[in-house]
């Protein structure tokens, strides 16, 4: 075949791909380039369906930025790169790999319509990524500058400030003779909540930012906070220039392979979306959360050299920690009794476990990656200034001790056909093994599974691990995980999945060996183009502790019994005009242990999103009735709130929640205002402790501002 043929062949290819487009604009499906998207009803979606897995607090920044970066930067899916689809989040390793596949075969996309050609993308899965992508058939390509960086490099600056407005008990007045003696029993400082931020990124090159925090209760300009902020952080990124991948300078997150050794920040588990069970591992990223513990700082970077990439990173910083022992005789500090997260440092105390030991971490990652085929080593090392010494109880007594530990694991992924493996091995310095397999399958058109099994050792020990797992660390659990995605007709869709996990040795509320079986079923359906609804089924059983009161032997707390939760939801969004959206949810929700009698709960909202067209003015209220007859009744709901900020409150009690956050924005200014107000009818003391509010509502106000240039 000679030149003038292949170009006629090219030619007439194109002008078909052309004729189907058109086709498919015309004839097929076109509404959703008419649809009003709603970029925040995505992430909220994804950040309550991770709340709802886990009672910790997670830092959800990091998803944010992603989402935020590629609303403003939209992806372009003819160059994109696997580990640059990965960061939506929202495409599964099926479709990554079909888009791939496709652009590679048939030549790069002339349009966002012949994404509805790409198998496995739905019309519904085009409307939902279209807010951050874009389709460039020829990308312009100009040669960096510092001169271009500097002239059209994006500068965002945020201020929030955030209080309470009733009195909790560490801010009212006692005299100072009482003070004296318990010097812990007030805040030092103010109510007053302040967070600042600035971030400048120019493309995928440079990106460059800081982030302050002061907590409520804590100092700011004085006594023991003389430099402002109790929390600064800071991060300089450089991304592809030649070899160079990445490299960071100041304080950064490490990712690799499954998470079983390194994975800092939060991670996707168990959710609706039960096809994304594959941590997407991103290596050496910039931090700039308020997470004031789980990140590095120093220097990591990432070389590229054909299918290899290696990666090395340094970090020295210090952490908080309850001191235990000190020399006598030069006051150095010898031991510690634990690691603190909370980062918050607002009474005597918590100030003198400030930044106590030093931590010192070092390692590195080599990666081989092919087509289909990905396969890496990580190493870590870290040491601390004192010994961890904790109080050995049965259930803790494999958990690390002393100063230094190390880790080593291999992950791989490949792909056969319609399947995905991967997984990793992973090894502490005492020789405990922790491994994770999994696959995602296509099996038909209309039909895809999820399967991973997970097998922790009771002795593995990884202070920086997140894989998947019931546990909130990688310790002492076996589980299998199986999950499915059924598109039976069109505009409806089943997800399911099914998890049961034994536990080899006891933990804490389980003086026992001990079991549990969780699963949900979700069914959603697209009645329109403006309404959406969805119907779960989630429950989960595990076996814990007797009440010691209901033993023959009080002494005795090795028997257990089963727990259950099952949670009940009916979820509408619903457009009713352009300008106006309107969400209900319903949720009941059953708690039973043993033969006691259940503890039920229910919830029902309604949400009001309204964005006049004569304003660029957002506003987005609620209204939710709540009754639970205890904590453990107690059922998340995500809140709209200000940028870059999340509010996934509890709701237990009984009574009525609201609020009201509005955003308006100018040609580079965006300012956002929030009010919100949980009233108990059952409650005349709120909280606890030094948060202890005599009374019976809570009210918090927000204000936030965005200054773009």
Same mark, same amino acid.
């Given at each position: ?62 998803l944010f930025d992603d989402f935020n970066y590629f609303i403003n930067n939209p992806l372009n899916l003819n160059i ?77 600056? %945020? ?50 930012? %800081? ?29 592809? %220039? ?381 209204y939710g009735v709540f009754d639970t007859d205890t904590y453990n009744a107690r059922i998340y709901a995500y809140e ?70």
């Amino acid at each position: 075949m000679n030149v003038y043929e292949y170009k006629i062949i090219m030619s007439n290819l194109t002008l078909y791909k052309i004729l189907i487009i058109i086709s498919l604009f015309l004839f097929v499906n076109y509404s959703f380039s008419q649809e009003v998207v709603d970029n925040q009803q995505l992430i909220e979606d994804l950040i309550e369906n991770i709340a709802e897995s886990s009672d910790e607090e997670l830092d959800y920044t990091s998803l944010f930025d992603d989402f935020n970066y590629f609303i403003n930067n939209p992806l372009n899916l003819n160059i994109a790169t696997k580990e640059e689809l990965e960061k939506l989040y929202i495409l599964n390793d099926f479709q990554i790999k079909s888009l791939l596949h496709y652009i590679d075969k048939n030549g790069q996309l002339l349009s966002i319509y012949e994404l509805q050609l790409v198998y496995g993308f739905t019309p519904e899965l085009i409307q939902k990524i279209l807010p951050f992508i874009t389709v460039l058939v020829k990308p312009e390509v100009k040669k960096f500058s510092l001169k271009r960086a500097v002239k059209y490099g994006s500068n965002q600056y %945020f201020l929030r400030l955030n209080s309470t407005v009733e009195d909790q008990k560490g801010y009212t007045p006692i005299s100072d003779s009482a003070l004296n003696i318990s010097p812990n029993s007030r805040y030092l400082g103010s109510r007053l909540k302040i967070y600042t931020r600035y971030k400048y990124h120019y493309k995928n090159k440079i990106a460059f930012g %800081f982030t302050t925090q002061k907590d409520a209760g804590e100092e700011f300009f004085k006594g023991t906070q003389k430099n402002g902020f109790d929390y600064y952080s800071a991060h300089l990124q450089l991304s592809n %220039f030649g070899h160079l991948k990445t490299l960071v300078v100041g304080d950064y997150k490490l990712r690799f392979g499954q998470g079983l050794n390194l994975w800092s920040g939060m991670a996707t588990g168990k959710s609706a979306y039960v096809l994304n069970i594959r941590r997407k591992a991103q290596g050496i990223r910039k931090y700039s959360s308020t997470d004031e513990n789980k990140f590095m700082r120093g220097v990591g970077a990432t070389f590229s050299y054909k299918d290899i990439d290696f990666s090395t990173f340094i970090s020295k910083k210090k952490i908080d920690a309850n001191l235990s022992e000190k020399d006598t005789l030069d006051d150095e500090l010898r031991s510690v009794s634990s690691f603190l997260v909370s980062g918050i440092h607002a009474t005597p105390s918590q100030l003198e476990d400030k930044h106590a030991i030093d931590e010192n971490l070092f390692g590195g990652n080599l990666t081989l990656n092919k087509k289909d085929f990905k396969i890496g080593m990580t190493y870590v090392k870290y040491k601390y200034g004192a010994d961890l010494i904790k109080n050995i109880t049965p259930y803790n007594q494999f958990d690390f001790t002393g100063s230094e530990n190390s880790n080593l694991s291999v992950d791989y992924q490949f792909g056969i056909r319609n399947i995905y493996f991967f997984g990793e091995a992973a090894r502490s310095s005492n020789g405990a093994i922790a491994y994770v397999n999994g696959a995602v399958a296509n099996v038909a058109p209309q039909v895809s599974i999820s399967i991973l099994h997970r097998d922790y050792a009771r002795n593995y020990q990884a202070l920086y691990s997140n894989a998947f797992a019931e546990n909130t660390r990688n310790v002492n659990e076996k589980g299998i995980y199986i999950g499915t995605e059924i598109h039976p007709i069109k505009h409806w869709k089943v997800s399911a999945y099914y998890d049961t996990y034994k536990f080899p040795w006891i933990k804490s509320r389980a003086s026992a060996l001990s079991n549990g079986v969780d699963y949900l079923t979700q069914v959603d359906f697209r009645l329109s183009r403006k309404v959406q609804m969805y119907w779960r089924v989630k429950n989960e059983t595990k076996s814990v502790n007797v009440d010691k009161n209901e033993l023959l032997n009080p002494s005795d707390a090795r028997y257990l019994v089963d727990v259950s939760n099952l949670h009940l939801r009916y979820n509408i969004v619903y457009q009713i005009l352009d300008v106006l959206q309107l969400k209900n949810r319903i949720e009941l929700v059953k708690y039973k242990k043993g033969d006691e009698s259940s503890e039920n709960g229910y919830l029902i909202y309604q949400d009001i999103v309204y964005r006049p067209k004569i304003l660029p003015l957002k506003i987005s209220f609620r209204y939710g009735v709540f009754d639970t007859d205890t904590y453990n009744a107690r059922i998340y709901a995500y809140e709209a709130n200000v940028l870059y900020a999340y509010s996934i409150p509890a709701y237990s009690s009984k009574g009525v929640r609201t609020y009201l956050t509005l955003k308006y924005s100018l040609k580079k200014l965006d300012i956002w205002l929030r009010y919100a107000q949980t009233y108990y009818s059952n409650k005349s003391i709120i909280g606890s402790g030094l948060n202890e509010i005599s009374g019976n509502t809570k009210t918090d106000l927000t204000f936030q501002l965005r200054y773009k240039f």
